[in-house]
């Protein structure tokens, strides 16, 4: 059986390396494909796991004595801080000692790490974040969420074709629909942008593209690959966390009212549970950096190990399906 090995930058996060290491220990507990390369300071991460029983042929350390901080200027971060865990986690990918590399530390390093130590799929001209949302229709992937703020009609193009193949092999659906996030679903409506990428979407007979979509389709599951630059990718991204979080709160709030409604909440509590975890952003693990010549997956910074697991096991389809290659052979073939 073949392993998927995974560098998981330890000290990436708001709880790390608590959260990641444990997260680490989950994933490897319940895959046996996985193994998982644990990046950051040694000692802390061995207390940490110390706590546990794992399997140790499948958890490796490797020392990095830096770490990069969510308020540091990535550019300048990644270059000087060489032995950082984020850094080392990559050249480790790199190098072709591990399949991929999930981080829940600060965007930007990871994106500049991503493209300058990963390195771009030939042809591709930026990379773009991908994450998975929740819909009605189950879920819609979003492209770009964070990579790309200024980007340009043939970014958005090669979005659209990325998100394509990735959305085939990983969800199973031949020939998903795309639609270009816009203010409007005639083709004359939009900023320039949205304008100047509509025609080259017409055109492209990689994908199946099906127009516009407006954000209060979004959440219908108007399209499964929603196409867009980083500005309002990151908007959406954020505004469904925090609905998310405001909807749980005013439903928790409205069942411990009385007596009564309590009573109702323990009948209604499982299809409830089901209900809020179907509109849970933070279910599909990460967002993978879609273009490099790797695999890397940025995490939530607030991921808890259950996120950190599940970021790590998508790796396992991405690499089963050769994600890279389907992207490079599309980039190539146009």
Same mark, same amino acid.
């Given at each position: 059986?073949?392993?998927?090995?995974?560098?998981?930058?330890?000290?990436?996060?708001?709880?790390?390396?608590?959260?990641?290491? @444990?997260?680490?220990?989950?994933?490897?507990?319940? #895959?046996?494909?996985?193994?998982?390369?644990?990046? =950051?300071?040694?000692?802390?991460? @061995?207390?940490? +796991?110390?706590?546990?029983?794992?399997?140790?042929?499948?958890?490796?350390?490797?020392?990095?004595?830096?770490?990069?901080?969510?308020?540091?200027?990535?550019?300048?971060?990644?270059?000087?801080?060489?032995?950082?865990?984020?850094?080392?986690?990559?050249?480790?990918?790199?190098?072709?000692?591990?399949?991929?590399?999930?981080?829940?530390? $600060?965007?930007?390093?990871?994106?500049?790490? *991503?493209?300058?130590?990963?390195? @771009?799929?030939?042809?591709?001209?930026?990379?773009?974040?991908?994450?998975?949302?929740?819909?009605? &229709?189950?879920?819609?992937?979003?492209?770009?969420?964070?990579?790309?703020?200024?980007?340009?009609?043939?970014?958005? +193009?090669?979005?659209?074709?990325?998100?394509?193949?990735?959305?085939?092999?990983?969800?199973?659906?031949?020939?998903?629909?795309?639609? !270009?996030?816009? !203010?409007?679903?005639?083709?004359? /409506? =939009?900023? &320039?942008?949205?304008?100047?990428?509509?025609?080259?979407?017409?055109?492209? =007979?990689? !994908?199946?593209?099906? *127009?516009?979509?407006?954000?209060?389709?979004?959440?219908? =599951?108007?399209?499964?690959?929603?196409?867009?630059?980083?500005?309002? *990718?990151?908007?959406?991204?954020?505004?469904?966390?925090?609905?998310?979080?405001?909807?749980?709160?005013?439903?928790?709030?409205?069942?411990?009212? $009385?007596? @009564?409604?309590?009573?109702?909440?323990?009948?209604?509590?499982?299809?409830?549970? *089901?209900?809020?975890?179907?509109?849970?952003?933070?279910? &599909?693990?990460?967002?993978?950096?879609?273009?490099?010549?790797?695999?890397?997956?940025?995490?939530?910074?607030?991921?808890?190990?259950?996120?950190? /697991?599940?970021?790590?096991?998508?790796?396992?389809?991405?690499?089963?399906?050769?994600? #890279?290659?389907? !992207?490079?052979?599309?980039?190539?073939?146009?």
């Amino acid at each position: 059986m073949e392993q998927v090995v995974v560098a998981l930058d330890a000290m990436g996060g708001d709880y790390a390396p608590q959260e990641t290491v @444990r997260g680490a220990v989950d994933a490897v507990t319940e #895959n046996p494909e996985i193994k998982v390369i644990l990046v =950051g300071k040694e000692e802390q991460i @061995r207390d940490c +796991l110390s706590e546990y029983t794992y399997h140790e042929d499948r958890i490796e350390v490797v020392n990095a004595t830096e770490v990069i901080d969510m308020g540091e200027v990535p550019t300048k971060a990644v270059r000087e801080k060489k032995d950082s865990s984020l850094v080392v986690a990559m050249k480790l990918v790199r190098e072709g000692r591990a399949d991929a590399v999930v981080s829940a530390g $600060s965007t930007g390093a990871i994106l500049v790490g *991503g493209q300058m130590i990963v390195g @771009r799929i030939k042809g591709i001209k930026r990379p773009a974040l991908a994450p998975f949302i929740p819909s009605r &229709q189950g879920f819609s992937l979003l492209i770009d969420c964070g990579a790309n703020v200024d980007a340009r009609p043939e970014h958005l +193009l090669q979005f659209a074709q990325m998100g394509s193949v990735y959305f085939e092999h990983v969800m199973g659906k031949k020939n998903p629909t795309v639609g !270009i996030v816009n !203010i409007g679903t005639e083709e004359e /409506k =939009g900023n &320039q942008l949205v304008k100047e990428t509509y025609p080259l979407l017409s055109g492209c =007979g990689d !994908i199946h593209f099906i *127009g516009s979509v407006e954000a209060r389709e979004i959440p219908e =599951g108007g399209a499964d690959i929603l196409v867009c630059e980083a500005f309002v *990718g990151n908007v959406i991204l954020k505004f469904f966390e925090g609905l998310a979080k405001t909807f749980l709160g005013c439903i928790k709030e409205g069942l411990m009212s $009385s007596l @009564r409604t309590k009573m109702g909440a323990l009948m209604i509590k499982p299809a409830l549970k *089901g209900l809020l975890n179907t509109f849970d952003v933070s279910s &599909q693990g990460g967002a993978p950096l879609l273009g490099l010549k790797g695999l890397v997956v940025k995490a939530h910074g607030n991921s808890r190990s259950a996120e950190i /697991k599940t970021a790590i096991s998508q790796c396992i389809t991405f690499k089963k399906n050769n994600i #890279n290659d389907r !992207i490079r052979d599309m980039i190539q073939k146009g």
